[in-house]
């Protein structure tokens, strides 16, 4: 048995185990990072990781119950079992690991800076320098700005959607995300016409950690294991590419 099919035969054990007791699976999703997630004027939620839940839990056999959350309080609300796992585009980190544990990555993608197209500084330490740079708040990025750009003035926003738009009405002189949202989510869009990326993209491990997973309490191996055998089952046999070719036009799976 070669190791593709091994990850399917998992797969299929863990929907059976899981799908024996019918229970929903309350999935925390942000609805507010587009592309990975939004919400529509009807109140439906879209996006990558939408799609990646729904698709986790018909293989698992369980009735998905996604909740909302806001970002700076999903932690908070899976140890409180407001849900049983986060699909939110979670970069897992050491300091994370502390409180939860992690599924293997679904993605991983680098970080940039997006300013106003020749603005007439550079994305250094000195360069941004007494600079409002906007990030959102207790995100890999906000680690990252406070590191890598100690002089800049951080500004802090409870969700991405507002820095998009304060950087827009000009009260940023830049912001740092997820290169794939900052392209998609901004950059792509009419709001987002006369910007571009500032500087290279990049990947402080420290911060931004090993690529983004499902989280889940500690002690409850049972669900992180078949979680991780599902995401890699999607990945191998092609329906991860569907999913990845509705939003993106490069592999956001990474290396």
Known sequence: MNL???????????MMSFGAHAEPLRVGVEGAYPPFSWKEADGTLKGFDIDFAHEVCKRLDRECVLVEQE???MIPALLAKKFDTIIASMSITEERQKKVDFTVPYYNTPAGIVARENPGFEATAEGLAGKRLGVQRATTHQCAAEKLFPDAELVLYASQEEVWQDLAAGRLDAQLSDSL????GFLNVDMGKG???LGDTFNDEECHGSGAGFAVRKGEEDLRDALSDTIKAIREDGTYKQINDKYFEIDVYGS
């Open 4 to 14: 593709k099919t091994t990850g399917l035969a998992l797969a299929a054990l863990a």
């Open 71 to 73: 970002w700076d309080g």
């Open 181 to 184: 949202q900052g392209l998609e």
């Open 195 to 197: 910007f571009a990326f």
